[in-house]
């Protein structure tokens, strides 16, 4: 959730778009792009549709490591901002931030105080893990289930580790002390553990479930 002051903060970073066209949705960018609507009434009671576009590679390749969003209004380029990002429009704000892992939030937050989470494009990866969700939700929780599992499990066990190599620093050691981890996994298996650990945070990112623990600050 955005505070006032970061939303006023993000708002100033918005810049005028150059009008050119929504490009569609593809179906090798599921992993590489995310594309958001929301229909909404403007402020002259005629039906307009935003779309939010997020490049995932803009954000490795930015000088910030943070990317840009996209706002689009009918199908043409409106506003863009660097992330995270609060564009004004009728009636609330559309919020946006990311992870390393994708979005955490693509949301409509009202002048009243509601929010509202903007409609996946049906080909992204956020839009087919949605439909997944509506036409087995059984199925979808497992999935959810199985993902927080996968963080916190390398978590468990790789925070001993960290913990003794750190306190075998010379220096952290002549202070603290050290510590010697019941825990001594192989490096294979430690690799093997984070690769888990950032499959199940891709997944929670398409449902733009995050946690600060969990996902990390990002």
């Not at 594309?35 to 009671?45: E, V």
């Amino acid at each position: 959730m955005f505070t006032e002051r970061s939303r006023r903060k993000a708002a100033r970073r918005v810049k005028a778009g150059n009008g050119r066209p929504l490009k569609d949705f593809r179906w090798w960018q599921p992993l590489s792009r995310a594309l958001f609507y929301l229909p909404l009434t403007n402020d002259d009671d005629r039906q307009v549709v935003f779309a939010v576009d997020v490049s995932y590679w803009q954000q490795f390749l930015a000088d910030d490591g943070k990317g840009k969003a996209h706002l689009y209004l009918d199908g043409k380029h409106h506003t863009e901002s660097k992330l995270p990002a609060a564009f004004p429009v009728a009636g609330g704000t559309i919020e946006v931030a990311s992870t390393v892992f994708g979005l955490k939030r693509c949301h409509y937050v009202t002048d009243e105080g509601a929010v509202h989470q903007l409609i996946p494009d049906e080909s992204s990866a956020e839009g087919r893990r949605a439909r997944l969700d509506r036409e087995h939700p059984s199925l979808s929780r497992w999935i959810g289930f199985i993902s927080l599992i996968m963080l916190i499990v390398p978590m468990i066990l790789a925070i001993p580790q960290i913990i003794d190599s750190l306190t075998h620093v010379p220096l952290i050691a002549q202070h603290l002390g050290t510590f010697n981890s019941p825990i001594a996994l192989p490096l294979w298996l430690n690799i093997a553990l984070g690769l888990c650990a950032a499959a199940g945070s891709v997944e929670r990112a398409t449902r733009l479930q995050w946690n600060a623990l969990l996902d990390g600050s990002f």
